[in-house]
């Protein structure tokens, strides 16, 4: 950073950094953990790691929290705050081996004027659609204050549902994308909720439309959970009966020999075979 530059023009930032949770893992069992740095920083509160979590129910939960005392942004000529980017690195353990999950890269002058919410983003440079839930918190300490942000980068942001439809219709439209409104977790339209909730009929056990879709893509059955925290889910499955069926269907599981006192071919013999005729 140029030391010429007025004071005035380096607004000091406190940063508070909070890594919540990763959801949506294809793994059953192994440690998680995120690394993390403010780029060109060498302050020593500006790099730190989470603890090694173990992975349950395909997620891992951390709610870390750091405090950067201290980050210096650059009020450019044209008003706009320069860029500042915190990088996340999400690795894996299991069996002594570390493997990088994927990375994200946030950036800090985007969050000056925003509200500290929990967003929850896709990783980069990853084979996995698994996605980390970030918080960064900005309070300016010393500096000018008359100067403007860059807008939040909704590509990588998801947000449930339309987070996928917005990324998704980017990536068939590059050359468009931005001159088409685009569906954000931010801007949804209240016809496709009305939409929506009008052709769900819950049943009971179930959450309602909007809260089981994102329930889904958080790494969640979709279904409620009762007092102990158990998915209503399991406890339906659990109380399926077919007290009309008896015999075998191979690879089905389910018990059918026959049915109006008609015997089910598959259930007697498991060399069936279907046949097409050619020309």
């Known amino acids: 950073m140029n030391v010429l530059i007025p004071k005035s023009r380096r607004p000091k930032f406190a940063v508070k950094i909070t890594i919540h949770d990763l ?7 192994g440690l ?10 060498a302050r020593g509160d500006a790099r730190g790691r989470t603890d090694k979590v173990p992975i349950k129910d395909h997620k891992a939960i951390w709610n870390y929290e750091m405090d950067v005392a201290r980050v210096r942004l650059v009020i450019e000529k044209d008003g706009m705050l320069s860029d500042k980017h915190v990088v996340f690195e999400v ?45 960064l918190d900005c309070r300016q300490l010393s500096g000018d204050v008359n100067f ?41 339209p209240s016809l496709y909720r009305k939409t929506l909730t009008a052709s769900w009929q819950r ?24 007092n102990n925290g158990v998915s209503r889910g399991r406890q339906v499955t659990n109380e399926l009966v077919f007290p009309d069926l008896a015999g075998t269907i191979p690879g ?15 259930a007697e013999r498991d060399d069936l075979r279907s046949w097409r005729m050619t020309r």
């Not at 959801?23 to 069992?29: D, F, T």
């Not at 998680?32 to 920083?41: A, C, K, L, P």
């Open 148 to 188: 403007s942000t860059p807008p939040l980068s909704s590509g990588q942001m998801f947000g449930g549902i339309t987070g996928v439809i917005a990324e998704q219709k980017e990536k068939d439209d590059p050359l468009h994308a931005s001159s088409q409104p685009i569906v954000t977790s931010q801007t949804i």
């Open 203 to 226: 049943q009971e056990g179930e959450l309602p439309a909007e809260e089981c879709i994102e329930d889904i893509f958080a790494g969640g059955d979709g279904w409620a959970k009762d």
């Open 32 to 41: 998680v953990f995120v690394r993390w740095h403010i780029q060109d920083s």
């Open 91 to 135: 690795v894996s353990e299991y069996s002594g081996e570390k493997v990088e999950l994927g990375t994200l890269q946030l950036n800090i002058a985007e969050f000056v004027k925003e509200k500290a919410t929990g967003r929850r983003y896709l990783l980069h440079e990853s084979k996995i659609n698994s996605t980390i839930k970030i918080t």
């Open 23 to 29: 959801a949506n893992i294809p793994l059953v069992s």
């Open 252 to 266: 089905a599981g389910i018990g059918l020999k026959r049915k109006n006192g008609e015997i089910m071919g598959w």
